[in-house]
């Protein structure tokens, strides 16, 4: 059983960065695919952010690239997603996932971010 929680969500104009943490807990997260995903109102579920536990391998939506990066750190069973250039059309609930090796997402309880024009 993996749990998560996220923080580091805000408010902030656009243009502006923001840093997401996620806290995983988790006897080994070794075999785990991390990811970000996020809602917006009115607006289904999207994969924004993923990242293998064991490699470096990382994937993002086309919309956030070159302004999202995903990382994790190890030793501390994080993973951190940093957004720079904050679009409004950013703004959403943002949720840490953590995907297990049968397909099972586990997820934290959310984080908002607002984005103001």
């Known amino acids: 059983q993996v749990q998560l929680v996220e923080s580091g969500g805000g408010s902030v104009q656009a243009g502006g960065s923001l840093r997401l943490s996620c806290a995983a807990s988790a006897r080994t997260l070794s075999s785990y695919s991390m990811a970000w995903r996020r809602q917006a109102p009115g607006k289904e579920r999207e994969l924004v952010a993923a990242?293998?536990?064991?490699?470096?391998?990382?994937y993002y939506t086309g919309s956030v690239k070159g302004r999202f990066t995903i990382s994790r750190d190890n030793a501390k069973n994080m993973v951190y997603l940093q957004m720079n250039s904050l679009k409004p059309e950013d703004t959403a609930v943002y949720y840490c996932n953590a995907e297990d090796t049968t397909g099972r997402i586990h997820w934290g309880q959310g984080t908002q971010v607002t984005v103001s024009s």
């Open positions: 990242i293998r536990w064991s490699t470096l391998a990382t």
